[in-house]
């Protein structure tokens, strides 16, 4: 298969995994680009996402990056879920805010991948890796 048509393939399958998604759709979220092993996705914040502090709760920055991860590593179409997370917070957010979460494929295997998603905001800035 070409790289046009393993890109063709994931567009598709992430087309159709977003249609299914009513999660995804429910933060707002854009694919900005899918390819095999790849994501780039983006949303912006609404005031319904605070927490108690007045900041956009952690979990929807976490929901960013785990849609971002599903969408590579899905992307060949072989069902892939996630065996072991963790976010790490480095700027907070506030509604208004436009994140872009970008998943990179480090390894793929036989039985597990590992992949590194970074959430910056409007300015570049990284606001969470995950």
Avoid at 45 to 64: C, E, K, P, T, Y
Avoid at 88 to 114: C, V, W
Wanted: aromatic letters at 8%.
């Amino acid at each position: 298969m070409t790289t046009e048509e393993k890109d063709a393939l994931s567009r598709s399958v992430i087309a159709q995994m977003m249609r299914d998604d009513a999660f995804s759709q429910w933060l707002g979220i854009t694919l900005l680009e899918v390819r095999e092993g790849y994501s780039r996705i983006s949303m912006t914040l609404r005031a319904d996402m605070l927490n108690g502090f007045g900041v956009i709760h952690g979990g929807i920055a976490f929901s960013l990056a785990d849609s971002a991860f599903a969408f590579a590593c899905n992307s060949r179409n072989n069902l892939s879920v996630a065996l072991d997370t963790s976010i790490t917070f480095t700027k907070s957010t506030m509604p208004g805010d436009t994140l872009t979460a970008e998943a990179r494929e480090i390894h793929n295997g036989l039985r597990t991948g590992l992949y590194q998603i970074t959430i910056t905001n409007a300015e570049g800035a990284p606001v969470a890796h995950f």
